[in-house]
């Protein structure tokens, strides 16, 4: 064992310690990229006053700090890749309090985010964020990143669920910002600057959740599109009729071929983008909604499905998050990307992607959140072949530049991570990226704080 690793076992327990060579925490999904980081150890502290000692030994040493929730992300985020320990939260995984009747939890970052959306669905209620692998990440690593997904086109991101944070910041120090109240206006929004901040401020340890009661139905419509443009044509009808669903996504032309045949009951002939909204609230409210809207996407449609039992429901979300995989199988691998542009743009962004990666000699495809104008860009590649990441890299910089000439963001909710540094200094003002960093300056004045992500 290491001097570092012997130090560190005197501070949490030699239980707590791993070696800085195990493969799992060197990488997270964007592992088909050829990203693989090295640390020096690996520590897995099981409760905020281990992880507060952990912080204060490293900072005062200046060993590199890195936390870790469930490793899903695709930005490198949760990646060590200059060295140092490894922050693992798994085992910060007690719900300190479920108060359903108050519809609100506190529970620590290591709980997974599947666990979350049981507990309030087996109480009556619900916790709408929904990103993809909720039985793998950890809601630490989701409020971290701010993480999305499809439901946040009506219910919003995980950060406007969050209504308190405790985290340790450095060098050492354990801070409550926020709690188990609904408003909060005493100072300056700290909790708001830890949300996606992707660990370089301080190591999210534990959050408030506020939840609701589950809507008594949830109606599924589904639209088939001849393409990219009559399929967005429908999206914006959606937005002005002023129908409000509880999702509104979308799948291009390559997404819906690698992953139709999988599709509940098959695509019709000659569908080339889908569109997938949700209509909730009291069965009549849901039913209502769901009549306008296969009204409204029925427009221009080659065909409008509604369909209507739990079970169906179920099997359409359950493809829905299986596309990714169905897209990386396709050639073994995928570099992905997320961008946000205006939603009147989406059209233009869907196209230009598979023409920009076509310029690079690679094949690409898209799905996301179209509600959100949130953009998951795709390009299929090899992993194995070296020079075929190397253009998919320099494919996804022309994307990020679509993204901010358009007046987007280079990220919606994956983040900027390790693979997007460099980036937000293109997208924002010189003097909002002075603040940017004179806000990472002041929480984390070393520079300790997962180094080289976010800034």
Not at 157 to 180: K, R
Request: proline fraction near 6%.
């Amino acid at each position: 064992m290491s001097s570092l690793r012997r130090e560190l076992a005197s501070v949490v327990g030699a239980d707590a310690i791993l070696p800085g060579d195990d493969p799992t925490y060197l990488r997270d999904s964007t592992e088909s990229q050829a990203i693989t980081g090295r640390a020096d150890a690996v520590v897995r502290p099981s409760s905020v006053d281990e992880v507060a000692a952990v912080v204060a030994w490293c900072y005062e040493r200046e060993v590199p700090i890195v936390p870790r929730g469930g490793g899903t992300g695709f930005a490198g985020g949760a990646v060590p890749l200059e060295g140092g320990v490894v922050l693992a939260l798994e085992r910060l995984a007690r719900v300190r309090a479920f108060e359903p009747l108050l519809w609100r939890a506190h529970v620590e970052a290591g709980v997974r985010t599947g666990h979350v959306h049981r507990l309030a669905r087996e109480n009556g209620l619900v916790f709408p964020p929904d990103p993809g692998a909720s039985e793998e990440s950890q809601i630490g690593g989701n409020v971290a990143t701010n993480a999305g997904g499809p439901h946040a086109f009506k219910y919003g991101v995980t950060g406007s669920w969050v209504t308190g944070i405790e985290a340790v910041v450095p060098p050492g120090a354990v801070i409550t910002v926020g709690g188990p109240i609904r408003k909060d206006a005493a100072g300056y929004d700290l909790k708001s600057l830890l949300i996606g901040s992707e660990g370089t401020l301080g190591v999210i340890t534990a959050v408030w959740l506020r939840l609701l009661p589950a809507p008594e139905a949830q109606l599924p419509v589904v639209a088939f599109y001849g393409g990219a443009r009559p399929g967005c044509d429908g999206i914006e009808r959606v937005l002005g009729s002023g129908l409000v669903p509880a999702a509104l996504e979308y799948l291009d032309e390559g997404a819906l071929a690698a992953a139709g045949r999988a599709f509940p009951e098959g695509t019709p002939p000659g569908a080339r983008f889908l569109v997938v909204a949700e209509a909730d609230g009291s069965a009549a409210e849901a039913e209502s909604l769901r009549s306008e809207l296969a009204d409204v996407l029925g427009e221009g449609a080659l065909e409008v499905r509604t369909p209507s039992s739990a079970a169906d429901r179920e099997a359409l979300w359950r493809w829905r998050d299986g596309v990714g995989f169905a897209v990386a199988a396709v050639r073994g691998g995928k570099v992905g990307e997320d961008v946000v542009v205006p939603v009147d743009r989406l059209a233009e962004t869907i196209e230009a992607t598979v023409e920009i990666a076509r310029r690079h000699g690679l094949e690409a495809c898209s799905w996301g959140h179209a509600g959100d104008g949130n953009v998951h860009a795709n390009m299929l590649v090899d992993a194995s072949r070296a020079e075929e990441l190397v253009r998919a890299r320099a494919a996804s910089e022309e994307i990020f530049a679509l993204a901010i000439g358009l007046g987007g963001s280079i990220s919606g909710e994956h983040g900027i991570g390790w693979t997007k540094r460099g980036w937000l200094a293109r997208q924002w003002d010189p003097r909002a990226v002075e603040l940017h960093r004179a806000v990472k300056q002041a929480f984390d004045p070393k520079g300790l704080l997962n180094p080289g992500k976010k800034v």
